[in-house]
C-alpha cells in the first residue's frame, strides 16, 4: 500500500483497522510530509508494535529513487525517478528568489501525441498513481532541504486524461496535514480535454488552469495537437473562459512559438482577437528542438514583436525564462536519453 496516494481519511481508516487511535494518522502524515521522513524507524512518538504493524500491513514510504539527477548554475535540477515497476519519469525543480517551483508529470509518456513534444513522441506507457505524483515534489522538497511553494503540472503526461490522480494528488499537496501548499500555486496544464476542464471547473478548489494553445487556427492546431481533431479551438476556449469566469482565476495560454509555423502577423492578429477582453495571460515559451521535427525556435525579435504587439492591446503577456538549458530541463528531454530497465 503506498502511503502517499492516501488522503487523511483513508490513512485513519488503516490506522483504526489495526486498533490504534485515530489521532495515529495524523502523526503519520506530520513525519511523512512535514519532517520528510521516509523511514517508520525515525517515527520515534509511535509505538514500536503499530510500526511493526504498518510493516507487516505492506505500507511503503517513498516510491521512487532517483534514478540520476542534473544541476544548471542557476540551481534549476533535473531529476529521474525510477518508479517501482522500472519506468521512469522526470521532475524538474526551479528554484527563484521568491519561489520554489516544482514541475512533475503525470503519466509515463503522454497518449496525446503533440507533433513538437518529446513525450508525445514515445507514446503513452501507463498513468502515475496520486503517490507517485505527490512524491515528485515531496523528494524534490528533501533533496533541496526546502520548502515546495509552487507546483506545476508540465512534466510529462496529460493530467486531464490521469484526472482522478491528479486531483487527489493536488488536493494532498493542498491539505493542511499533507504539504500545505496554497491551490493558488498549483498549476495545471492540458492539451485542452473539454469535458475535463467542465469537470475541473466545478471541483471548486483555487487552481491555476494553464492551456497549451500553440496556434489559433483549427487546421495548423490539429496538426501540432491531435487533441484538437476531437475539441477543436472554439469549445476549448469556451470552456477556458467559463474557467475564469467561474473561479474568477486568470488562465494562462501558453503559446509555443515556431519559426515560420505559428509566429506569423496572421498568428498574431488572431491571437490578439482570442485573448483580448477576458481573464487570461499570454506566455510565449521559446520552441526547444527535439529529434524527429525540423522545427526550428522562433527569433528573438519576433518574440519581443509578439510581446510588444500583445501588450500594445492591454493583453496580460510574458515570456518564459528559458532556465536550466544545460540540464535539458524541456518537457520528456532527460528520459528521452536514459535506458529504462525495462526497455
Ligand atoms: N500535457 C500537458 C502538460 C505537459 S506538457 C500539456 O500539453 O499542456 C507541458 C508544456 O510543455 C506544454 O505547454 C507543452 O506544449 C510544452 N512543450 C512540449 N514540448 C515542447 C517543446 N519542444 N518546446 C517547448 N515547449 C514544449
Ligand atoms: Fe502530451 Fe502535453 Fe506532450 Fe502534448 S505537449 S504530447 S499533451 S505531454
Same mark, same amino acid.
Given at each position: 500500500?503506498?502511503?502517499?496516494?492516501?488522503?487523511?481519511?483513508?490513512?485513519?481508516?488503516?490506522?483504526?483497522?489495526?486498533?490504534?487511535?485515530? =489521532?495515529?494518522?495524523?502523526?503519520?502524515?506530520?513525519?511523512? =510530509?512535514?519532517?520528510?521522513?521516509?523511514?517508520?524507524?525515525?517515527?520515534?512518538?509511535?509505538?514500536?508494535?503499530?510500526?511493526?504493524?504498518?510493516?507487516?500491513?505492506?505500507?511503503?514510504?517513498?516510491?521512487?529513487?532517483?534514478? @540520476?539527477? *542534473?544541476?544548471?548554475?542557476?540551481? #534549476?535540477?533535473?531529476?529521474?525517478?525510477?518508479?517501482?515497476?522500472?519506468?521512469?519519469? @522526470?521532475?524538474?525543480?526551479?528554484?527563484?528568489?521568491?519561489?520554489?517551483?516544482?514541475?512533475?508529470? #503525470?503519466?509515463?509518456?503522454?497518449?496525446?501525441?503533440?507533433?513538437?513534444?518529446?513525450?508525445?513522441?514515445?507514446?503513452?506507457?501507463?498513468?502515475?498513481?496520486?503517490?507517485?505524483?505527490?512524491?515528485?515534489?515531496?523528494?524534490?522538497?528533501?533533496?533541496?532541504?526546502?520548502?515546495?511553494?509552487?507546483?506545476?503540472?508540465?512534466?510529462?503526461?496529460?493530467?486531464?486524461?490521469?484526472?482522478?490522480?491528479?486531483?487527489?494528488?493536488?488536493? %494532498?499537496?493542498?491539505?493542511?496535514?499533507?504539504?500545505?501548499?496554497?491551490?493558488?500555486?498549483?498549476?495545471?496544464?492540458?492539451?485542452?480535454?473539454?469535458?475535463?476542464?467542465?469537470?475541473?471547473?466545478?471541483?471548486?478548489?483555487?487552481?491555476?488552469?494553464?492551456?497549451?494553445?500553440?496556434?489559433?487556427?483549427?487546421?495548423?492546431?490539429?496538426?501540432?495537437?491531435?487533441?484538437?481533431?476531437?475539441?477543436?479551438?472554439? *469549445?476549448?476556449?469556451?470552456?477556458?473562459?467559463?474557467?475564469?469566469?467561474?473561479?474568477?482565476?486568470?488562465? #494562462?495560454?501558453? =503559446?509555443?512559438?515556431?519559426?515560420?509555423?505559428?509566429?506569423?502577423?496572421?498568428?498574431?492578429?488572431? %491571437?490578439?482577437?482570442?485573448?483580448?477582453?477576458?481573464?487570461?495571460?499570454?506566455?510565449?515559451?521559446? =520552441?526547444?528542438?527535439?529529434?524527429?521535427?525540423?522545427? *526550428?525556435?522562433?527569433?528573438?525579435?519576433?518574440?519581443?514583436?509578439?510581446? *510588444?504587439?500583445?501588450?500594445?492591446?492591454?493583453?496580460?503577456?510574458?515570456?518564459?525564462?528559458?532556465?536550466?538549458?544545460?540540464?535539458?530541463?524541456?518537457?520528456?528531454? %532527460?528520459?528521452?536519453?536514459?535506458?529504462?530497465?525495462?526497455?
Amino acid at each position: 500500500m503506498e502511503f502517499t496516494g492516501l488522503n487523511l481519511q483513508e490513512l485513519e481508516a488503516v490506522v483504526l483497522e489495526l486498533g490504534e487511535p485515530r =489521532y495515529r494518522a495524523r502523526q503519520l502524515m506530520d513525519w511523512v =510530509y512535514k519532517k520528510g521522513t521516509d523511514d517508520l524507524d525515525q517515527m520515534s512518538n509511535l509505538p514500536v508494535s503499530f510500526r511493526e504493524r504498518l510493516k507487516d500491513r505492506g505500507l511503503q514510504i517513498g516510491l521512487m529513487l532517483v534514478a @540520476e539527477a *542534473q544541476e544548471a548554475g542557476d540551481g #534549476t535540477k533535473k531529476y529521474l525517478f525510477r518508479l517501482q515497476d522500472g519506468l521512469c519519469v @522526470e521532475a524538474v525543480y526551479i528554484p527563484e528568489e521568491k519561489r520554489k517551483t516544482v514541475c512533475f508529470s #503525470t503519466q509515463v509518456g503522454c497518449a496525446v501525441g503533440c507533433l513538437f513534444c518529446a513525450t508525445g513522441q514515445q507514446g503513452f506507457r501507463r498513468n502515475l498513481t496520486a503517490g507517485e505524483i505527490v512524491d515528485q515534489v515531496r523528494k524534490i522538497g528533501q533533496d533541496r532541504k526546502t520548502r515546495i511553494s509552487h507546483a506545476v503540472a508540465m512534466g510529462q503526461g496529460e493530467p486531464l486524461a490521469n484526472y482522478e490522480a491528479t486531483l487527489k494528488a493536488v488536493r %494532498l499537496l493542498n491539505a493542511d496535514y499533507g504539504l500545505q501548499m496554497a491551490a493558488r500555486h498549483l498549476t495545471i496544464s492540458t492539451s485542452g480535454i473539454v469535458p475535463a476542464i467542465y469537470r475541473l471547473t466545478e471541483e471548486a478548489l483555487q487552481l491555476n488552469l494553464a492551456l497549451s494553445l500553440h496556434a489559433v487556427d483549427d487546421s495548423l492546431r490539429s496538426r501540432l495537437i491531435p487533441m484538437n481533431r476531437t475539441y477543436p479551438l472554439a *469549445q476549448v476556449m469556451k470552456a477556458c473562459r467559463d474557467y475564469a469566469t467561474r473561479t474568477k482565476r486568470r488562465v #494562462t495560454l501558453e =503559446y509555443i512559438m515556431i519559426a515560420g509555423v505559428n509566429d506569423r502577423e496572421a498568428d498574431l492578429r488572431s %491571437l490578439v482577437e482570442l485573448t483580448a477582453g477576458w481573464l487570461c495571460h499570454v506566455n510565449l515559451i521559446p =520552441y526547444n528542438p527535439v529529434p524527429a521535427v525540423d522545427y *526550428q525556435p522562433s527569433p528573438p525579435r519576433v518574440r519581443r514583436f509578439f510581446l *510588444q504587439s500583445l501588450e500594445e492591446n492591454n493583453i496580460a503577456v510574458s515570456i518564459r525564462q528559458e532556465r536550466g538549458a544545460e540540464v535539458d530541463a524541456a518537457c520528456g528531454q %532527460l528520459r528521452q536519453r536514459i535506458k529504462e530497465s525495462t526497455d
